[in-house]
C-alpha cells in the first residue's frame, strides 16, 4: 500500500510514517517547512514534498493519514477531501495499530514523553519487550518508534488535543496531569477533566490504571471528599478499574519515591511500592521532576512483570529524550539546557530543577510561547512561572496551526512578568543577546521552531 501523510513532520505523525515504512509499505507525505526530523525521514527512504501543491501528491496513494495541526484550508487538504481518497486521522490510525495488544497509554498536560519513553526503555530492556510510539526521540534508540512483534506490548503517548487519546482502548492507563491546556478545543477546564474521565475509563478492567496523586480519589476514600478545595477537578472512576496512585512529593500513595537527592549530577530515590521498598534506584543525567515520572514508569513495568534488577537497570541506562532536559552543553563552568516546556507548569518544573541541579548559579532563559490561545489565556501563569530566572528572553510567540490573535502577542507576558531583567528578541538576535548575558546557565524552552536555535547556540557556548 502506499501511505500519503499530511503533516509528516509532526512527532506523532513521524512515528506511524516510520512504522509503515518499516513494515514493508510506500510512504510519503507533505509537510510545511524542512527540520532535522524531516530530514532523517528523506534519508530513510521517505518521499517528502513542502510545497502546498496537490500536483505533488503521487497518483497510486491507498490510504491519508492527517494531523489536525495541518490547516484544512491548505491546497493539498482540500485535493484529497475532493477527490475522496480514504483518509483518517493521526489517533484514528493509532488505535487502530493499537487494537489487539496489550497497550500501555500514556496521557496527561505534561510529563506523558518521558513517562512513556521511560516504560518502552525498561520493558525493552527485559525479555519482555514492547514495540512503542512516543511524542519524543528517545537518545537511547535515536528514534520515536520501536517495533517488536514478539511483545505483547505497545505504549503510547496519549495526547489529550484535539480529543484524540479517546481513540485509544488501554490495558495499563497513566495520567500524569490535568491542568488547563488546550482550551481552545475544550473551552473550560471541566470539559478538558471529562475528556481525562472518559479517557481512564476506557481502561481495560484486566489492566490498571495509575494516577497522579490528588487527581482521582481512591475508592475506598470518598469520606475525605469534603476536604478536598479543588473536587470538582476529581476522576470519577469506575469501581470495575483497579486504580493506582503515585507521587514523589507524598508518602499517601500506592508508588511513592521518598529520600530523593542529587550526587554529581545524578538523582538517586527510593521507591515504595505496595510490597516493599527499593532503595537507591538511580536516574543518570537527569532532572527533579523525572523522578516522579520515574515513580509512575516504575509502578507500570512491576505491573508488567519486570523484577527489582531489570527495574534498577533500565531506570539507570535510561538516556532521556532530545529536548526533555537536555543537557547540550556541559563545562566547569558553563551549562546549556534545552527543554520542550511549553506549558507554565513545565516551566516551573524545569526551572526548579535547574535551580536544584545548579543552586548559586546565573540562569539565563530564553522562552517561546506556543500558540496564540494558549498565551493569551495563560499570559498571567507564564509569567509567574518564569519570573525565577536571572535573566529572561521571549521570542515572538509560535503560531502552529493557529492564525494571529488582535492583541495577543509575547509581549503580553513579557508587560505581566515583574523583572526589569527581561527582554523581547528575534530569533537571529538571540546568540548574541544570550551571550552578553553571561549565563552560568543556559536554558532554552518552547514547542516551536526554537529547535533550529539549539546548533547554533551549542556551537556558540561549545567554543566559548
Request: charged letters at 25%; one cysteine or more.
Amino acid at each position: 500500500m502506499t501511505y500519503y501523510f499530511l503533516g509528516i513532520g509532526g512527532i506523532g505523525m513521524s512515528a506511524i510514517a516510520r512504522f509503515f515504512k518499516q513494515s514493508g509499505h510506500k510512504v510519503c507525505g507533505y509537510d510545511r517547512t524542512p527540520s532535522p526530523l524531516t530530514k532523517r525521514l528523506e534519508e530513510e527512504g521517505i518521499s517528502i514534498h513542502y510545497d502546498d501543491n496537490p500536483a505533488m501528491i503521487p497518483d497510486d496513494v491507498d490510504m491519508v493519514i492527517y494531523t489536525p495541526a495541518v490547516p484544512r484550508d491548505t491546497k493539498v487538504f482540500q485535493h484529497v477531501v475532493e477527490k475522496g481518497y480514504p483518509i483518517e486521522k493521526r489517533s484514528q490510525m493509532l488505535g487502530e495499530l493499537t487494537r489487539g495488544r496489550k497497550c500501555i497509554a500514556v496521557a496527561g498536560t505534561h510529563g506523558k514523553t518521558t513517562t512513556s519513553a521511560m516504560i518502552a526503555h525498561m520493558l525493552h530492556e527485559s525479555p519482555i519487550g514492547c514495540s512503542a510510539f512516543l511524542g519524543g526521540i528517545s537518545k537511547n534508540f535515536d528514534s520515536n518508534l520501536l517495533v517488536d512483534n514478539k511483545s505483547e506490548y505497545v505504549v503510547v503517548e496519549a495526547d489529550e488535543y484535539d480529543r484524540s487519546f479517546l481513540q485509544l482502548h488501554p490495558f495499563y492507563s497513566v495520567i500524569t496531569a490535568t491542568d488547563p491546556d488546550h482550551l481552545d478545543i475544550y473551552g473550560t477546564h471541566e470539559k478538558l477533566i471529562e475528556a481525562f474521565q472518559q479517557y481512564a475509563n476506557q481502561t481495560s478492567p484486566d489492566g490498571a490504571l495509575f494516577v497522579k496523586e490528588g487527581l482521582v480519589e481512591h475508592h475506598h476514600d470518598h469520606d475525605h471528599d469534603e476536604e478536598e478545595d479543588d473536587h470538582e477537578h476529581h476522576l470519577e472512576i469506575g469501581q470495575e478499574i483497579k486504580c493506582y496512585s503515585y507521587s514523589a512529593h507524598s508518602i499517601e500513595p500506592d508508588y511513592y519515591a521518598i529520600n530523593v537527592r542529587n550526587y554529581n549530577g545524578n538523582i538517586y530515590f527510593d521507591l515504595r511500592t505496595p510490597e516493599k521498598v527499593l532503595f537507591d534506584l538511580e536516574l543518570c543525567n537527569s532532572c527533579l521532576y523525572n523522578v516522579e515520572n520515574a515513580v509512575a514508569a516504575s509502578a507500570v513495568v512491576l505491573q508488567c512483570g519486570l523484577d527489582e534488577y531489570q527495574l534498577r537497570h533500565g531506570l539507570k541506562s535510561f538516556k532521556g529524550i532530545k529536548r526533555r532536559f537536555d543537557v547540550r552543553v556541559k563545562t566547569k563552568d558553563f551549562v546549556y539546557i534545552d527543554d520542550y516546556a511549553h506549558h507554565p507548569k513545565e516551566i516551573s518544573a524545569t526551572i526548579e530543577s535547574v535551580k536544584y541541579l545548579y543552586p548559586n548559579k546565573r540562569i539565563v532563559g530564553i522562552f517561546q510561547p506556543h500558540l496564540y490561545t494558549r498565551t493569551r489565556d495563560l499570559a498571567d501563569d507564564f509569567a509567574e512561572a518564569l519570573k525565577p530566572l536571572d535573566e529572561i528572553i521571549l521570542m515572538p510567540i509560535y503560531p502552529a496551526r493557529e492564525k494571529p490573535i488582535p492583541g495577543v502577542s509575547s509581549g503580553m507576558i513579557l508587560r505581566k512578568i515583574e523583572s526589569m531583567s527581561k527582554y523581547l528578541s528575534s530569533a537571529d538576535q538571540i546568540p548574541d543577546l544570550a551571550e552578553a548575558l553571561c549565563p552560568d546557565v543556559l536554558l532554552t524552552m518552547g514547542a516551536g521552531d526554537i529547535d533550529r536555535l539549539v546548533p547554533i547556540l551549542e556551537e556558540r557556548f561549545k567554543s566559548e
